[in-house]
């Protein structure tokens, strides 16, 4: 006898899949032992019951029965006892020419027709419904279980061939992902709460809601994200993460995607990285004046460590990016080590983390010194370890980049020496390191001049006499910023140089204040607030933008004006 056609062949032949929901539908299966592709395609709403029984139908030469409206007699019901509709999960629809009709959702029961056959005395006939069905007879007829509502597939008009975007769940989060390219959201949170479903856009740094969703929603939405983001849709206990590649408003887009269960469900958070827009040239960054020429300068030495500092999400790797893509050129062998990688960089050798094979940083780090490259760039320095051989890497010829979190730029030596290095080897490797915040630029169609107080002035190191002749606007709101009266983002940097009277002052171990002031003296550092004042005066941003992202690091400016 020849072999059964597989059903995913079967299911493409008749116009209810393609190859990509195939495909998708059996990394589904992988990921849930033990279920069947049915099923798998039923959770990614692929197909609805009744096409999937059609299709077994199919595979096996089975009839079709549709048991949604039927009324099975009491007659007939009673030739079945309820223990074996149970057991063998049947249940009796006719007696036709003598012989019993017996439907199923599950064709492998036909291969017990000999034990049903044994126990019933009688000639049987087999047809395949829906699970739904099955079930809605079972308690009606029997009292097993209870009766469940029969949902299809909805179809965006009749006849029509259902498309993915059909099914509602999946139309609504991909509704949600267009949604949130189109307002420029950096990042998009899905958060269960006790009566609903909130899902709110970073736009700009700040976020607000864009969607509430009806508490029901929780399970379906949250489940085709983790599909979408390959993981494992069974496990609700601990924290994921996963990356979502997908084609969205006629261009490619990565989701970096991050999930951690809550009281309330699983909440997850996406990180869009457009591709497109998410490569950013040195001009766009906002360095000016001898700020940028300093900053080309340090990208283009030979060897030594620049570090960028800041919080996640100050757009350190962004930074690094932006010199990396100045540097790429056919005759320089650059390489980088990410957790993850972020953005694809034509030309350039990029590594990613794998922790669940030992694949961290440092051991990529000994790895691609192996590969002589000239350019390193190690996505974050955040042990000993990989410390310890960057500076390796950077006394020996090449050229590192990394990132570290702290609060300001002088605080990164201070922090390498707390994880462990030697004073004099960061005293020697480190060549430059620069602090960095993204403030949003004031929106140009509604701004307005403003007179600010003294209060406000004095915040951020003005007088009224020092501002006597400029013009300073403040955020108003309009439809071309969603009336939030900002609209994109710049950075504002401080960056200083070793120099020898720096490096001595690193050997001895001396605090991150005395290295602050000598910053200020020999390695031309201009603070955060003063790059902040600077584009206030431009009319790039406000005050109260200052004040809200670099309020907290204007302390350690006013120490050093004492």
Known sequence: MSAHKKLGQILIDMGHIDERKLTEGLEHQRRVPGIKLGKALLDLAFVDETQLAKALCRQFK????????????????????????????????????????????????????????????????????????????????????????????????????????????????????????????????????????????????????????????????????????????????????????????????????????????????????????????????????????????????????????????????????????????????????????????PGINQAEVRHDIGLNFGRILRSMLRQAPNIILVGEIRDQETADIAIQAALTGHLVFSTLHTNDAPSALTRLIDMGVKPFLAATAIMAVMAQRLVRKICETCRQPHEPSGTMLAAIGLTAEGVRGRTIYRAVGCKECRFEGYRGRIGIFELFQMDSALRELVYKGASGAEIRAQARISGGLRSLREDGVRKVLEGTTTIEEILRVAGAVFAMDEADDV
């Open 62 to 345: 089975l009839p079709f029965v549709d048991l949604s409206r039927a009324l099975i007699p009491d007659d007939v019901a009673q030739l079945v006892p309820t223990n074996v509709v149970n057991d063998f999960g049947i249940v009796p629809v006719k007696l036709h020419q003598g012989k019993l009709l017996l439907a199923t959702d599950d064709p492998m029961v036909t291969f017990t027709a000999d034990d049903i056959r044994f126990v019933l005395n009688r000639d049987l006939m087999f047809a395949l419904t829906t699970s739904s069905a099955l079930n809605n007879v079972r308690a009606e007829a029997y009292g097993l279980g209870e009766k469940v509502e029969i949902k299809e597939r909805r179809r965006g008009f009749e006849d029509a061939e259902a498309t993915e975007e059909e099914a509602p769940v999946i139309r609504l989060c991909h509704e949600i992902l267009e949604q949130a390219l189109g307002q420029r959201a950096s990042d998009i949170h899905v958060e269960p709460l006790e009566e609903r479903v909130r899902v709110r856009y970073r736009v700009d740094g700040v976020c607000y809601e864009a969607h509430s969703l009806e508490k029901d929603l929780t399970g379906p939405v949250i489940t085709r994200f983790k599909v979408m983001a390959k993981m494992d849709i069974s496990e609700h206990r601990k924290p994921q993460d996963g990356r979502i590649s997908i084609k969205l408003m006629g261009r490619p887009i990565d989701l970096r995607v991050s999930l951690i269960p809550a009281t309330a469900g699983e909440s997850i958070v996406m990180r869009i990285l457009d591709r497109e827009a998410g490569l950013v040239d040195l001009a766009d960054l906002g360095f000016v004046g001898e700020d940028r020429d300093r900053f080309d300068r340090v990208i283009k030495r030979p060897n030594g460590i620049f570090l960028v500092t800041g919080p996640t999400g100050s757009g350190k790797t962004t930074t690094l990016y932006a010199a990396l893509k100045t540097l790429n050129k056919p005759n320089v062998k650059i390489i980088t080590a990410e957790n993850p990688v972020e953005y694809n960089l």
